[in-house]
Protein backbone atom coordinates (compact mmCIF):
# COMPACT_ATOMS: atom_id res chain seq x y z
CA UNK A 1 0.00 0.00 0.00
CA UNK A 2 1.49 3.22 -0.62
CA UNK A 3 2.07 6.13 1.27
CA UNK A 4 0.00 9.23 1.69
CA UNK A 5 3.42 11.05 0.47
CA UNK A 6 3.98 8.96 -2.49
CA UNK A 7 0.31 9.70 -3.27
CA UNK A 8 0.65 12.73 -3.16
CA UNK A 9 3.64 13.37 -5.10
CA UNK A 10 1.87 10.90 -7.53
CA UNK A 11 -1.04 13.17 -8.12
CA UNK A 12 1.39 16.05 -8.52
CA UNK A 13 3.40 14.59 -10.95
CA UNK A 14 0.05 13.54 -12.87
CA UNK A 15 -1.20 17.12 -13.24
CA UNK A 16 2.76 17.99 -14.28
CA UNK A 17 2.58 15.07 -17.04
CA UNK A 18 -1.04 16.74 -18.58
CA UNK A 19 0.60 20.31 -18.92
CA UNK A 20 -1.44 21.41 -15.44
CA UNK A 21 1.60 23.24 -13.86
CA UNK A 22 -0.41 25.57 -11.68
CA UNK A 23 0.33 25.78 -7.72
CA UNK A 24 -1.85 23.93 -5.82
CA UNK A 25 -3.34 23.07 -1.99
CA UNK A 26 -0.65 20.84 -2.10
CA UNK A 27 2.29 23.16 -1.44
CA UNK A 28 3.23 24.77 1.64
CA UNK A 29 2.84 28.52 1.80
CA UNK A 30 6.93 28.86 1.97
CA UNK A 31 7.92 25.87 -0.36
CA UNK A 32 11.44 25.94 -1.50
CA UNK A 33 11.55 25.64 -5.56
CA UNK A 34 15.35 24.64 -6.34
CA UNK A 35 16.86 23.89 -10.11
CA UNK A 36 19.74 21.85 -8.79
CA UNK A 37 21.64 21.68 -12.57
CA UNK A 38 21.05 22.21 -15.93
CA UNK A 39 21.10 25.92 -18.41
CA UNK A 40 19.74 27.76 -15.31
CA UNK A 41 20.02 26.76 -11.89
CA UNK A 42 18.36 28.77 -8.97
CA UNK A 43 15.95 28.85 -5.97
CA UNK A 44 12.89 30.23 -5.63
CA UNK A 45 10.62 30.53 -2.03
CA UNK A 46 6.64 30.03 -2.24
CA UNK A 47 3.89 29.46 -4.66
CA UNK A 48 5.16 33.05 -6.41
CA UNK A 49 8.65 31.27 -6.77
CA UNK A 50 7.36 27.91 -8.46
CA UNK A 51 5.52 30.36 -11.17
CA UNK A 52 9.07 32.78 -10.95
CA UNK A 53 11.27 29.58 -11.42
CA UNK A 54 9.27 27.37 -13.28
CA UNK A 55 7.20 29.54 -15.69
CA UNK A 56 11.14 30.69 -16.44
CA UNK A 57 12.43 27.54 -17.44
CA UNK A 58 8.87 26.28 -19.25
CA UNK A 59 9.26 29.39 -21.48
CA UNK A 60 12.23 28.54 -22.91
CA UNK A 61 10.62 25.38 -24.76
CA UNK A 62 8.18 24.30 -27.06
CA UNK A 63 6.05 21.26 -26.52
CA UNK A 64 7.72 20.58 -23.24
CA UNK A 65 6.28 17.92 -21.76
CA UNK A 66 7.14 15.13 -18.93
CA UNK A 67 6.82 11.73 -17.66
CA UNK A 68 7.75 9.72 -14.58
CA UNK A 69 9.70 6.98 -14.86
CA UNK A 70 9.68 5.95 -11.52
CA UNK A 71 8.75 6.67 -7.70
CA UNK A 72 10.85 6.04 -4.62
CA UNK A 73 9.91 6.84 -1.02
CA UNK A 74 13.38 7.20 0.73
CA UNK A 75 12.07 7.61 4.10
CA UNK A 76 8.96 9.67 5.72
CA UNK A 77 9.32 12.60 4.32
CA UNK A 78 10.97 12.14 0.64
CA UNK A 79 10.08 10.94 -2.91
CA UNK A 80 12.67 10.37 -5.39
CA UNK A 81 11.17 10.38 -8.88
CA UNK A 82 12.88 9.55 -11.98
CA UNK A 83 11.82 11.59 -14.52
CA UNK A 84 12.36 12.24 -18.40
CA UNK A 85 11.67 15.35 -20.46
CA UNK A 86 10.84 15.69 -23.78
CA UNK A 87 10.15 19.07 -26.25
CA UNK A 88 11.98 21.43 -28.00
CA UNK A 89 14.29 24.80 -27.33
CA UNK A 90 13.07 27.86 -28.82
CA UNK A 91 16.03 29.72 -28.90
CA UNK A 92 18.29 26.63 -29.64
CA UNK A 93 16.03 24.00 -31.50
CA UNK A 94 17.68 21.51 -28.99
CA UNK A 95 15.12 18.43 -28.77
CA UNK A 96 15.02 16.57 -25.11
CA UNK A 97 13.99 13.75 -26.46
CA UNK A 98 16.85 13.27 -28.82
CA UNK A 99 19.63 14.12 -25.11
CA UNK A 100 17.84 11.05 -23.83
CA UNK A 101 16.87 13.24 -20.70
CA UNK A 102 17.17 11.62 -17.25
CA UNK A 103 16.33 13.74 -15.02
CA UNK A 104 14.55 13.66 -11.40
CA UNK A 105 12.98 15.36 -8.41
CA UNK A 106 13.15 14.87 -4.99
CA UNK A 107 9.97 15.96 -2.82
CA UNK A 108 9.96 16.83 0.66
CA UNK A 109 6.83 16.24 2.31
CA UNK A 110 5.41 17.47 6.00
CA UNK A 111 2.09 17.44 7.02
CA UNK A 112 0.62 16.65 4.08
CA UNK A 113 2.35 19.61 2.10
CA UNK A 114 5.03 19.75 -0.30
CA UNK A 115 7.68 21.49 1.57
CA UNK A 116 10.37 21.31 -0.99
CA UNK A 117 11.25 20.39 -4.40
CA UNK A 118 14.90 19.74 -6.19
CA UNK A 119 14.60 19.21 -9.77
CA UNK A 120 17.59 17.87 -11.21
CA UNK A 121 18.47 17.87 -15.26
CA UNK A 122 20.74 15.03 -14.40
CA UNK A 123 19.61 11.87 -12.40
CA UNK A 124 22.95 10.97 -11.75
CA UNK A 125 23.82 14.23 -10.01
CA UNK A 126 20.78 13.63 -7.77
CA UNK A 127 21.84 9.93 -7.18
CA UNK A 128 24.94 10.89 -6.17
CA UNK A 129 23.86 13.87 -3.27
CA UNK A 130 21.39 11.64 -2.11
CA UNK A 131 24.41 9.30 -1.95
CA UNK A 132 22.50 6.35 -3.27
CA UNK A 133 24.20 4.24 -6.31
CA UNK A 134 24.41 4.74 -9.58
CA UNK A 135 23.32 1.39 -10.65
CA UNK A 136 19.93 1.68 -8.45
CA UNK A 137 18.74 4.11 -11.63
CA UNK A 138 15.91 2.55 -13.86
CA UNK A 139 16.49 1.91 -17.02
CA UNK A 140 14.97 4.29 -20.14
CA UNK A 141 11.93 3.70 -21.68
Do not use: C
Not at 42 to 68: P, V
Not at 82 to 110: C, D, I, N, P, Y
Amino acid sequence: MASPNLDLVRSINAAWERGDYSPAEWAHPKIEFVIADGPAPGSWTGTAGITEGWGDFLRAWEEFRQEADEYRELDGEHVFVFLHWGGRGKTSGLELGRMRTKAASLFQVRHGKVTRIVLYFDSERALAELGLPPEAEPPQP
